[in-house]
Nanobody, 123 residues
C-alpha cells in the first residue's frame, strides 16, 4: 500500500507560481512512475505531468508544457510540480498518483492516489 500526501496548493494571481509537493510512504518509491493530474469542477480528471522512476524522463500535457516542471527526489520519497506563469484555467484540485507498471497519461492506469490539493488562480 502506498500513501500519498500533497501539499503546496493555494490562491495565486495569474502569472504567479506555486510548487506542489507529494510525499509518499512507499518503501520502494523509486519503483513507481509518478504523475500529477488535476480536476476542475464539472470536468474530468486530466493528466498534467509524469516522471520516470529515475527522474530522467518527463512527460507533460500540451496545456502545461513550458510552464510546469515535474521532478522527484527518491531519497526523500517526494515528487514535485513547479508551476510557473499560472493561468485562471489552471484552477483545479491537483492530485499526485503512483503507477507500478509504466508511463501512462490515463488516470485508470495509476494505482494509488493522494487526497488532492486545491490550486486557485485569480485573474
Amino acid at each position: 500500500q502506498v500513501q500519498l500526501v500533497e501539499s503546496g496548493g493555494g490562491l495565486v494571481q495569474a502569472g504567479g507560481s506555486l510548487r506542489l509537493s507529494c510525499a509518499a510512504s512507499a518503501r520502494l518509491f523509486s519503483m513507481y512512475i509518478m504523475g500529477w493530474f488535476r480536476q476542475a469542477p464539472g470536468k474530468e480528471r486530466e493528466f498534467v505531468a509524469a516522471v520516470s522512476r529515475s527522474g530522467d524522463r518527463r512527460y507533460y500535457a500540451d496545456s502545461v508544457k513550458g510552464r510546469f516542471t515535474i521532478s522527484r527526489d527518491n531519497a526523500k520519497n517526494t515528487v514535485y510540480l513547479q508551476m510557473n506563469s499560472l493561468k485562471p484555467e489552471d484552477t483545479a484540485a491537483y492530485y499526485c498518483a503512483a503507477n507500478r507498471d509504466g508511463y501512462s497519461d490515463s488516470a485508470r492506469e495509476y494505482d494509488y492516489w493522494g487526497q488532492g490539493t486545491q490550486v486557485t488562480v485569480s485573474s
